[in-house]
């Protein structure tokens, strides 16, 4: 099973880009489909963007999509997550999670997840 450990968070202006990564131990990276969530402050964990072991597919949160990119590097067992033209809404705790199954948005289909990073997006 891999783990799974976050990095790239911080505080950035609105308008502003950042990017997380995420960098998986063992050597069955390739073997998983990779999801990006967040959970603001009293709110339940949203699925954010997602990309299925092969690259082939990927889906996005509607409310990022033209704004984010997800991508993956099996070579170097990290996925990324680009932020462009972030928002204050966009403020929240990041986290990457893995599945050996396919590309959900569920969280439940996710078994292994990071300890998560904060994104701050000030107005």
């Keep these: 099973q891999v783990q799974l450990v976050e990095s790239g968070g911080g505080l950035v202006q609105a308008g502003g880009s950042l990017r997380l990564s ?3 131990s063992g050597r069955t990276f390739s073997s998983y489909a ?8 009293g709110k339940e964990r949203e699925f954010v963007a997602g990309i299925s072991q092969s690259f082939s597919n990927t889906d996005y949160l509607d409310l990022v999509k033209g704004r ?3 991508s993956r590097d099996n070579a170097h067992n990290t996925v ?3 932020m462009n033209n972030l928002k ?5 705790v990041y986290y990457c999670a893995a ?10 289909k996710y078994d292994v997840w990071g300890q998560g990073t904060q994104v701050t997006v000030s107005s």
Excluded: H, K, S
Aim: with cysteine; net charge negative; charged share 15%.
């Design 34 to 41: 990779m999801g990006w969530f967040r959970q603001a402050p």
């Design 99 to 108: 599945n050996p199954w396919g590309l959900y948005r569920t969280a439940d």
């Design 80 to 82: 990324y997550l680009q």
């Design 88 to 92: 204050p809404e966009d403020t929240a």
């Design 22 to 24: 995420c960098a998986a």
């Design 68 to 70: 984010f990119l997800i």
